[in-house]
C-alpha cells in the first residue's frame, strides 16, 4: 500500500499550459505539504495545509493553486506554466501540528514536471 | 527564520566504512526538531532519523546516529558499516515547534565504493 501517492509522476508540457498534480495520503494524517525541488536538487517548502486549510504559503506565485478536497488529498494546480516552473514537485504529510516529534513527513514519489 | 548548513556537497567513502555528514544549523528558538532524510537515484526521500532539541541521548536508528551538539548547533548523521545502498542524496533539515515546515540544507551526495 502506497502512503503518500502522487500522479502523474512525469508531466511535460507548454509554456503557458495549465495543468494540475494530484496527491493524496492514506495515513490518516491532518496535515499536508507541498515541496518543490529545483535541478540544484534544493528542496522548499511551498505549502501546507492542515485539515484542509491552508497552514503555510511561502511567498509562491498565484499561479499555484493548491487545493484540499478532504485531508486525505492535497492537489496543486498551476496556471500559465513558464519554464522556471520546471522541477520535481514532492507532496508529503504529517501526523500532527501538536507535538514536534510527529513531524515525521512522509514523501511522495515525486512529479518531474518539465515545461518547454 | 531557521537555516540549515551542509557544507560536504559530495563524498567518497570505501564500503563498510563509518560515515560522518555535517549539518550546522541556526535557530533561534528554543524548542525545535532536527531530521535527516536521503534521496537515492529514484527520487523519493526517505525518512532516517529524527533528534527533538530536548532529547539528551542522540537518537539512533539501526546503523543511523544522529551525533547532536546542541551548544555547537550541529547535528551531524552517523552511518555506520556504510553499504554500496547507502549511495544518494542525504538532507538535514529541522523545524520547530508550532510550525510544521520542514526548513532543508543543500544536501551532501554521498558515494559508496566498492
Known amino acids: 500500500d502506497t502512503a503518500v501517492s502522487q500522479t502523474p509522476k512525469y508531466l511535460v508540457t507548454q509554456m503557458g499550459n495549465d495543468k494540475s498534480i494530484k496527491c493524496e495520503q492514506n495515513l490518516g494524517h491532518d496535515t499536508m505539504y507541498w515541496y518543490k525541488q529545483d535541478s540544484k536538487k534544493f528542496l522548499k517548502i511551498m505549502f501546507s495545509y492542515n485539515n484542509k486549510e491552508l497552514i503555510i ?6 499561479r499555484f493553486s493548491p487545493k484540499s478536497p478532504d485531508k486525505a488529498h492535497l492537489n496543486l494546480h498551476i496556471n500559465s506554466l513558464e519554464l522556471g516552473d ?13 507535538e514536534i516529534s510527529s513531524y515525521e513527513q512522509y514523501f511522495g514519489p515525486g512529479t518531474r514536471l518539465t515545461v518547454t | 527564520a531557521q537555516k540549515i548548513t551542509q ?6 567513502v570505501q564500503e563498510k566504512e563509518a560515515v560522518t555528514l555535517d549539518c550546522t544549523y541556526d535557530t533561534s528558538d ?8 536521503k534521496q537515492p537515484s529514484s527520487g523519493e526521500m ?5 533528534q527533538g532539541s530536548y532529547d539528551e541521548q ?19 548523521l552517523v552511518i555506520s558499516a556504510s553499504q554500496l545502498g547507502d ?4 538532507f538535514c ?13 543543500t544536501g551532501t551526495r554521498l558515494t559508496i565504493i566498492p
Request: with cysteine; net charge positive; aromatic share 18%.
Open chain 1, 57 to 62: 504559503n511561502e511567498t509562491v506565485p498565484n
Open chain 1, 86 to 98: 520546471s522541477a520535481v514537485y514532492f507532496c508529503a504529510s504529517s501526523q500532527d501540528l501538536v
Open chain 2, 7 to 12: 557544507t560536504q556537497p559530495g563524498m567518497f
Open chain 2, 30 to 37: 528554543q524548542s525545535y526538531g532536527l531530521f535527516w532524510y
Open chain 2, 46 to 50: 526517505i525518512f532516517l532519523i529524527y
Open chain 2, 58 to 76: 542522540n537518537a539512533t536508528e539501526g546503523r543511523y546516529s544522529l551525533n547532536f551538539q546542541k551548544a555547537r548547533k550541529s547535528a551531524n
Open chain 2, 87 to 90: 549511495s544518494a542524496m542525504y
Open chain 2, 93 to 105: 533539515a529541522t523545524s520547530k515547534e508550532g510550525n510544521e515546515k520542514l526548513t532543508f540544507g
